[in-house]
C-alpha cells in the first residue's frame, strides 16, 4: 500500500504562483506514475498533470499548459508548480500515483490506484 499525502494549498489572489507538494510513504519500491487531479465544486475531478516516474515525461492539461509545471522527485515526491492563477483554478487538488513502467504515464482518473485527501487552492480576484 502507498499513502499519499498533500501540502501547500492556500488561498492566493490573481496572478499569483503556489507550489504544491506530495509525499508517498509505505511501499514505494516500484517505479510509479504520479499526477495531479483537481475538483472544482459541483464538477467532476479532472486531470491537470502526470509524470512518468523518473520525471522525463510530462503531459498537462490544456488550460494549466505554460503556466503549471509536475516534477517527480526520488519516486517518493511529487510537485506541482502553478503560476498565473486565476479564479477558474480554484479547486481541491488532488496527488495520484500507479505502479507503472519507467517510460509510462496517465491522465485518467480511473487508471490511477492511490489518492491523497486533497489540498484546497482557493485563487481570488
Known amino acids: 500500500q502507498v499513502q499519499l499525502s498533500e501540502s501547500g494549498g492556500g488561498s492566493v489572489q490573481v496572478g499569483d504562483s503556489l507550489s504544491l507538494s506530495c509525499a508517498a510513504s509505505?511501499?514505494?519500491?516500484?517505479?510509479?506514475?504520479m499526477a495531479w487531479f483537481r475538483q472544482a465544486p459541483g464538477k467532476e475531478r479532472e486531470f491537470v498533470a502526470a509524470v512518468n516516474w523518473n520525471g522525463t515525461k510530462t503531459e498537462y492539461a490544456d488550460l494549466v499548459k505554460g503556466r503549471f509545471t509536475i516534477s517527480q522527485a526520488n519516486v517518493k515526491m511529487s510537485y506541482l508548480q502553478m503560476s498565473s492563477l486565476q479564479p477558474e483554478d480554484t479547486a481541491v487538488y488532488y496527488c495520484?500515483?500507479?505502479?507503472?513502467?519507467?517510460?509510462?504515464?496517465?491522465?485518467?482518473?480511473?487508471?490511477?490506484?492511490?489518492w491523497g485527501q486533497g489540498t484546497q487552492v482557493t485563487v481570488s480576484s
Open positions: 495520484a500515483a500507479k505502479p507503472a513502467q519507467s517510460h509510462a504515464y496517465y491522465t485518467r482518473v480511473e487508471d490511477y490506484t492511490y
Open positions: 509505505g511501499r514505494t519500491l516500484s517505479t510509479y506514475a
